[in-house]
Nanobody, 125 residues
């Protein structure tokens, strides 16, 4: 059974940092792009960041550029999202995702092959 399990969410104040982790298990993710999405109450799920298998390509939503950094450790089947200078508008459930195409991951939710269950991030002002 394929699983993506997120951890690291929590309640922080504006300006603080958090690091999310996503551990993959149940199959090999060789060649898969990994990414993070988020969904705030009453809003659609949106792309936050994505990274290619080779770590040669990274993409970010404009709203998080310069503040968030995505990375991965293929030996550990784990992807990370370092979030700095958090803002109240970053409050959302954050989801880990895996896709065979980084381009698809960025542009089409339907192209995501696997989803995690989500972890809540709340940023107070």
């Amino acid at each position: 059974q394929v699983q993506l399990v997120e951890s690291g969410g929590g309640l922080v104040q504006a300006g603080d940092s958090l690091r999310l982790s996503c551990a993959a298990s149940g199959r090999t993710f060789v060649g898969y792009a990994m990414g993070w999405f988020r969904q705030a109450p009453g809003k659609e799920r949106e792309f936050v960041a994505g990274i290619s298998w080779s770590v040669g390509s990274r993409y970010y939503a404009d709203s998080v550029k310069g503040r968030f950094t995505i990375s991965r450790d293929n030996a550990k089947n784990t992807v990370y999202l370092q979030m700095n200078s958090l803002k109240p508008e970053d409050t959302a459930v954050y989801y880990c995702a895996a896709s065979r195409s980084l381009a698809t991951l960025r542009q089409d939710l339907r192209g995501v092959d696997y989803w995690g269950q989500g972890t809540q991030v709340t940023v107070s002002s």
